[in-house]
Nanobody, 123 residues
Framework: QVQLVESGGGLVQAGDSLRLSCAASGRTFSINVMGWFRQAPGKEREFVAAIRRSTGSTYYADSMKGRFTISRDNTKRTVALQMDSLKPEDTAIYYC????????????????WGQGTQVTVSS
């Protein structure tokens, strides 16, 4: 089993930056892909970004490209999401996820999830 714990959420103003972190524990040696998703009230959970350990490749949703950066520290078993130029529409609960068995863009393909961290961006 793998446990994921997110941290770093909070209340910021539009244009500010925020850095989320996800710490993984347990049987992490088998995990190649880790990702971030978000879910706003009344909306479906959506893909934000993902990173592949084997190649270092990164993937982003179109609306996050250029504003969000995903990174990974394999020695510390953490993955971070740097969010810049935040907008009110970025307000959501952000979830860390790991080990998809299929598409890295689909939340229902991921095996492990954190509890989520709230990000609120005021205008």
């Amino acid at each position: 089993q793998v446990q994921l714990v997110e941290s770093g959420g909070g209340l910021v103003q539009a244009g500010d930056s925020l850095r989320l972190s996800c710490a993984a524990s347990g049987r992490t040696f088998s995990i190649n892909v880790m990702g971030w998703f978000r879910q706003a009230p009344g909306k479906e959970r959506e893909f934000v970004a993902a990173i592949r350990r084997s190649t270092g490749s990164t993937y982003y949703a179109d609306s996050m490209k250029g504003r969000f950066t995903i990174s990974r520290d394999n020695t510390k078993r953490t993955v971070a999401l740097q969010m810049d130029s935040l907008k009110p529409e970025d307000t959501a609960i952000y979830y860390c996820a790991a080990d998809p068995y299929g598409s890295i863009f689909r939340p229902d393909e991921y095996s492990y999830w954190g509890q989520g961290t709230q990000v609120t961006v005021s205008s």
